[in-house]
């Protein structure tokens, strides 16, 4: 119970605490009109609600396998395991927390947490780091693409801001729009302009 009040949210999206936590199971008249049904139990949004606070990609570094991570992991496997059979099972913990930290140490790149348990095998190792991590944005990656002739894509954007663009006298299409910069990293790049409200 103490769980749900620190971390719950109903399935429709209420935040659990202790006034609108009931102990009954049956939903009121009041409720039915509203379309709250209690017969569907509470359900766990904390890791979409996680990654919805922390944006579009998670704190990860980039990983490019070397040319030759399969002899790596090959003589890691042997010198840990003592088998290089990619279908030899982990079942020992220490030798499984050994080999992860072999791996780690030899290729700079480690295991995530919510991977561990997919780890049963040493193909599932192998596979692993033969997997590329790539951390740029989508908008990242158009910079190393091949585009098509006809799309131009404007990487470094302009915005609007009364005292450098004098086109037309200072005046913005947007008068009720404020430009805020809220980011620390674009906060010196880039100004903001707060636009004061058009008086009529």
């Known amino acids: 119970m103490a769980a749900f009040l620190r971390h719950g949210v109903f399935k429709t999206g209420r935040v ?24 569907v139990g509470p359900k766990i949004d904390s890791t979409a609600q996680s990654l919805a606070s922390k944006g579009f990609l998670r704190q990860q570094r980039d990983y490019f396998p070397p040319a030759d ?3 790596k992991l090959e003589a890691i496997f042997q010198a840990v395991v003592g088998s290089t059979d990619i ?9 499984k927390f050994n080999l992860f930290t072999q791996c780690e140490q030899k290729l700079g790149h480690s295991i995530p947490n919510s991977l561990l348990h997919h780890m ?44 450098t663009d004098t086109m037309f006298g200072g005046k913005t299409a947007f008068p009720k729009s404020s430009t805020i910069v809220t980011g ?16 009529f």
């Open 69 to 71: 991570v399969d002899s």
């Open 120 to 163: 049963k095998t040493l193909k599932d190792v192998q596979i692993f780091y033969n997997m590329p991590v790539d951390t740029r944005t989508p908008l990242e990656r158009m910079k190393s693409m091949d585009l098509p002739e006809n799309l131009n894509v404007q990487y470094e954007y302009n915005r609007f801001n009364a005292d």
């Open 16 to 39: 659990v605490s202790s006034k609108n936590v009931l102990l009954r199971s049956f939903a009121t008249k009041a409720e039915k009109k509203k379309g709250i049904d209690r017969k």
């Open 184 to 199: 620390l990293k674009y906060k010196d790049k880039y100004k903001g302009q707060k636009q004061p409200l058009p008086i």
């Open 87 to 95: 279908s030899t099972e982990l079942t020992d913990l220490n030798q």
